[in-house]
């Protein structure tokens, strides 16, 4: 089935401009690495997001709420429910995870390593979120596994007397 141009535009935002293709692929497999990849694109443009709380907010709503309809276009043109070359997901599950740390290396590498935790354990209750229909349910797990994420973080850098 040859896709619209729409529909090759929602896939390649949806896979990271391409990068989950990096991953290697094997039928029947869900892990791929290509989830490590959209979170890694995540960390790299969490570096360029606003700094004010607010804007910080306003554009990751803003994100994840496009994510879901690009991410759900995706699917369906891939045919496909959570297609692991979708990464988009990631990448607003990481922004979620790292929400108010200090714009520096350790905060960035604790919410990267609690957010790909989380995001692979898929522990209740955001792991039912995953069942959504459409893009809702390929994006809302991720945020959920990047609040619970966040939470993580927050705790371990508290204790190592991060502010």
Do not use: Q
Request: proline share 6%.
């Amino acid at each position: 089935m040859e896709l619209s141009a729409l529909d090759r535009v929602c896939v390649a935002l949806a896979t990271g401009l391409g990068i989950s293709y990096i991953a290697p692929s094997k039928a029947g497999r869900k892990w791929t690495g290509a989830g490590f990849l959209g979170t890694l694109e995540g960390v790299l443009l969490w570096f360029f997001l606003p700094r004010s709380p607010a804007a910080y907010a306003a554009v990751v709503v803003a994100v994840s709420a496009a994510a879901c309809w690009l991410c759900g276009r995706a699917d369906r043109a891939l045919g496909t429910h959570d297609n692991p070359r979708i990464v988009l997901d990631e990448v607003v599950g990481y922004w979620v995870a790292a929400a108010g740390l200090p714009r520096a290396a350790l905060p960035a590498l604790w919410a990267f390593v609690a957010f790909r935790a989380f995001d692979s354990l898929k522990l209740p209750p955001y792991n039912r979120l995953e069942r959504l229909p459409g893009g809702l349910g390929v994006v809302a797990d991720d945020l959920g596994a990047g609040l619970a994420a966040a939470l993580a973080v927050r705790l371990i850098l508290r204790r190592w007397g991060w502010s």
